[in-house]
């Protein structure tokens, strides 16, 4: 694995490392996924994306005891949203998307990361976050729209020998 870089890298990879430890399949979705492609966003937590089997439910209780965190679930009246908590990591464990993905069709399109961490395209963040229309999210989306315009711009330009 590559060295992290940023502090949302750092925070990844620990749980990267522990979530392989523990046999739990993610893809990071939100704010974090267009950190580490560039977005000149912040985000105070890192949302996963897991497949909804009790198997995995397990696996994230156990991600938590990896991680040195609390785990409330449910998070919310309501939700089925995991949170797991340090003093310096907040991690959101999702098993549904307001956008109604499916996990396979995200992971499908997903970024494999040098650090071993798979996140979802800028397309997908964009598209879960326009579908869940929190007045933070809608804050978002210029910034994410705009970064993939200029993404797309650069794949285009003519490349410099």
């Known amino acids: 694995m590559a060295p992290a870089s940023s502090f949302e890298e750092r925070q990844l990879l620990l749980i990267v490392e522990a979530a392989q430890r523990v046999g739990l399949e993610f893809v990071v979705i939100g704010n974090a996924s267009a950190a580490m492609q560039g977005a000149p966003i912040m985000t105070q937590d890192i949302d996963l994306f897991v497949r909804d089997l009790k198997r995995n439910r397990e696996k994230i209780r156990a991600l938590a005891t990896a991680l040195g965190a609390s785990c409330n679930q449910p998070f919310l009246p309501g939700s089925e949203m995991f949170r797991l908590e340090t003093n310096e990591l907040v991690v959101d464990c999702l098993f549904r ?17 040098p650090i071993g961490a798979l996140v979802a395209t800028l397309e997908d963040v964009i598209l879960q976050k326009r579908a869940a229309g929190r007045a933070k999210d809608k804050a978002t989306l210029p910034i994410l729209e705009q ?7 650069l794949e285009k330009a003519p490349k410099r020998k």
Not at 97 to 113: D, G, Y
Not at 147 to 153: D, G, H, I, S
């Open 97 to 113: 998307l307001s956008s109604n993905q499916r996990f396979e069709s995200v992971r499908s399109r997903a970024i494999a990361l």
């Open 147 to 153: 970064t993939l315009k200029v993404r797309e711009l």
